[in-house]
Each structure stands twice: as C-alpha cells, then as structure tokens.
C-alpha cells in the first residue's frame, strides 16, 4: 500500500511537493480541473475540497505535452504520478446528458485517454454523475468546531432541478438559454454509462490506462432529477459487470460508500479487492448515512479505518491510499493541517497492519 495526496491544478507547487513529501507521501492523485480560474486562491482558509464553479477548459482536451510537463514537475520532486481524478466537465456534459455533442466529446476522451497513456499516467478516475456533490453544508460541524461537510436531507429541496449550462455541480456554458435540465431515470443514466464505457475501455485496455469510477457522493436514490448510479456498494459490481474489462476498476471512496442505505462496507472492500478491481483509495470517514450524515475526522466516524486497511492488507492491495474531502482544523493553513492529520493517522495505520499478525488485528477489530 501506497500514501497519496490529492492535489489541484493551481496546488500543483514547490511548496506542496514538499509538504506531500515530509507527510510520508509517495504518490499523487491531480485534479486537472482548477475550482479557481477567475477567483483568487485563498489558500488561508484552504482549496474548496468539493468543486463549484465555471469550467474553463472549453472543450479542449489535455494534451500529451501539457501532461508531459506537469509529470516532469511532479517526477522532479521525486514523487509520482498515480491517476487523474475527473474529467472536466466541460469536456464531456453531453456524454453525461445525452446532448448534441456526444458524439465529438467521446472521440476527444478517447484521444485524452491515448495521452494520459502515453504520459505513462496508470488511473483516470471519473465520477459519471448528472448532479455531481450537492447538496451538503460546510460549517463547523466537526469536532472541536473544525470546518466539515454535513448532508441532510430535511434542510434542502433535492429535487431542486438542475439549471441548463450545468452538469456535475458545475457550469459549463454561461450562456445556456433559461430553462432547467429534463428528469433522468435510472434505466437512462444505466444505458449512458454502459454507452461510454463501451466507447472508452477499448482504449484505455490498448492505452495501458485503467478507469476508475467514483461511487455516488450523496449516494442517495436521486438528486437534481437525475437518478444516481452507484448508490450501493452492490452496484459497483454491476458496472463491472456492464461492460467486462481488465481496464474497468474502482475510485474506492470509503467515504461516500459508507453513507450508502444499504451495504457493508467491509465485506465489499474484501470482495472488490479480491478482485483486484481497486484501482485507488479514497480514504474517508463519516458519521450516519444518508439521509442524513457527517463528514468526520478519520479517527472518529462509523467506520472502523483500521479493520478496513487490514481487509487491503489481506487481499494484497498494492495501490494508493490518499485523504479525501477532510475536516478543515483552525490555524493558519485549515485545509493543509486536516490533510497532515489524515496522512499521519494513514501513515501509522499502514504500519500498523504491515507490522501485526492480520489475525490479531481483524481479531481485534471485530471485538
Ligand atoms: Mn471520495
């Protein structure tokens, strides 16, 4: 098992390679997509962990040669490249919502996964939703009166419908006419994914490039008139099951699989990762399940973090665990010290099943 982080665009500096580095970390999730265009960093109160904004991409696809840069930099500090996470939404809206450019959009992200192979980048994760992370509130909520995300069910309208121009929680064209974004059924937002991963998974097993799928977050029934897709850890299967492919794998967000209704957290992560199907960890702890849920610090939420890297240990996952979304702590780098917190306690958790009899610690765990 690796330590990760995860890290935007406009993060994407000396002084957080070297922060990643002095926590212990070897490997780096990119988010290519940057919350920030048009808007100051403020990196005082922390980047915002879950994105709104205006995309900026455009439609233009990452190239070879702007991947071929960035590795360089991240290479040169000595860590590595692991996986993208997400496409920009601009870059694919109408694969998600059946629009006129579908078609074109597929035929860029098949080129976009021909370049994130060649860049020699193994993961592209991506989160096939129409709503995207909506939904929650950010205050202080966590303990000690740390800033965190709480979804509740009876303080918002989730069937507030989504405004055209915007898909996946953000805006890809500002000039959208009024109107809002017709209901998605199930058996529709089923027939769209199974759409795309025939379109990408023969290019991505050519390209060396595995596709890592990200569950609902809100894993609830629907949100936005849009029905949800991976909504139980049950569903993960039938994704895999789809469209079968050695390039079809899991962003196994621990988080969000937990506030699922239904479903046991750990015996998936033991099915899933027997597998081999876990491409990377999202590692994250939470409080209740929706309708109504916490995000907590990783040391304190309903799941027990350590009987979960003892399941990766057993079933030999070799990948990368990273920090997700985390409690902001009070001082004068919020997000940077939730995220060392989050790192250490994965630090001396990995060592801690690495070093221990795995019956002694399940043993443990169970009690
Ligand atoms: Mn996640």
């Given at each position: 098992?690796k330590?990760?982080?995860?890290l ?8 957080n390679f ?7 970390v070897t ?6 997509v940057?919350y920030?265009?048009g808007a100051?960093?403020?990196l ?6 879950l ?6 991409n455009?439609?233009?696809p990452w190239?070879?040669?702007e ?9 040169g500090a000595?860590?590595?490249w692991?996986a993208?996470?997400?496409?920009d939404?601009?870059h ?8 006129p450019k579908?078609v074109q959009q597929?035929e860029?992200?098949?080129r976009t996964?021909q370049a994130?192979g ?5 993961i ?8 995207g992370v909506?939904?929650w509130t ?7 009166g ?5 979804y509740?069910?009876?303080k918002i309208?989730?069937a507030?419908?989504l405004?055209n121009?915007m898909?996946w929680?953000m ?10 974004v017709a209901?998605i059924?199930?058996d529709?937002?089923w027939q769209r994914?199974?759409?795309f991963?025939q379109?990408?998974l023969p290019?991505?097993?050519e390209n060396?490039?595995?596709?890592a799928l990200?569950?609902d977050d ?9 029905a949800?897709?991976?909504?139980t850890p049950?569903k993960y299967q039938?994704?895999l099951?789809?469209v079968p492919?050695?390039s079809?794998?899991?962003?196994y ?11 046991d957290?750990y015996e998936a992560?033991e099915?899933?990762?027997r597998?081999g199907?876990i ?25 027990d ?6 399941i990766?240990?057993d079933?030999?996952?070799d990948?990368?665990i ?7 702590m009070t ?8 995220m060392?917190?989050?790192?250490g306690y994965?630090k001396?958790?990995m060592?801690a099943v ?8 399940v ?5």
């Amino acid at each position: 098992m690796k330590l990760g982080l995860g890290l935007y665009r406009s993060l994407l500096t000396p002084d957080n390679f070297a922060f990643a580095k002095q926590a212990g970390v070897t490997h780096l999730i990119v988010h290519l997509v940057d919350y920030f265009k048009g808007a100051t960093p403020n990196l005082t109160s922390g980047p915002p962990t879950l994105g709104w904004g205006v995309t900026q991409n455009q439609d233009r696809p990452w190239t070879y040669e702007e991947l071929v840069a960035i590795k360089k930099e991240i290479e040169g500090a000595g860590l590595t490249w692991e996986a993208i996470e997400n496409f920009d939404p601009s870059h694919w809206h109408d694969v998600l919502l059946d629009g006129p450019k579908k078609v074109q959009q597929m035929e860029n992200l098949k080129r976009t996964i021909q370049a994130i192979g060649r860049a020699g980048i193994p993961i592209m994760g991506y989160n096939f939703s129409i709503a995207g992370v909506w939904g929650w509130t950010k205050g202080p909520y966590g303990r000690g009166g740390a800033k965190a995300l709480v979804y509740d069910e009876s303080k918002i309208d989730k069937a507030t419908p989504l405004p055209n121009g915007m898909v996946w929680n953000m805006v890809y064209d500002p000039d959208a006419p009024e109107g809002v974004v017709a209901p998605i059924s199930s058996d529709e937002i089923w027939q769209r994914l199974e759409w795309f991963l025939q379109q990408i998974l023969p290019v991505a097993e050519e390209n060396g490039v595995r596709m890592a799928l990200h569950p609902d977050d809100p894993p609830t029934d629907a949100l936005r008139g849009g029905a949800r897709l991976v909504n139980t850890p049950g569903k993960y299967q039938r994704m895999l099951d789809l469209v079968p492919s050695s390039s079809s794998a899991l962003e196994y967000c621990l988080g969000s699989l937990q506030e699922m209704a239904e479903g046991d957290v750990y015996e998936a992560t033991e099915h899933y990762g027997r597998l081999g199907k876990i491409a990377y960890v999202h590692f994250r702890n939470v409080r209740g399940k929706v309708p109504h849920y916490q995000e907590v610090f990783v040391d304190e939420g309903d799941l027990d973090m350590i009987r979960v890297l003892s399941i990766l240990r057993d079933v030999q996952f070799d990948g990368v665990i990273i920090p997700d979304h985390t409690p902001e702590m009070t001082c004068g780098a919020p997000w940077h010290a939730g995220m060392a917190f989050a790192l250490g306690y994965i630090k001396a958790a990995m060592q801690a099943v690495d070093r221990y009899d795995a019956g002694r610690v399940v043993a443990a765990a169970a009690r």
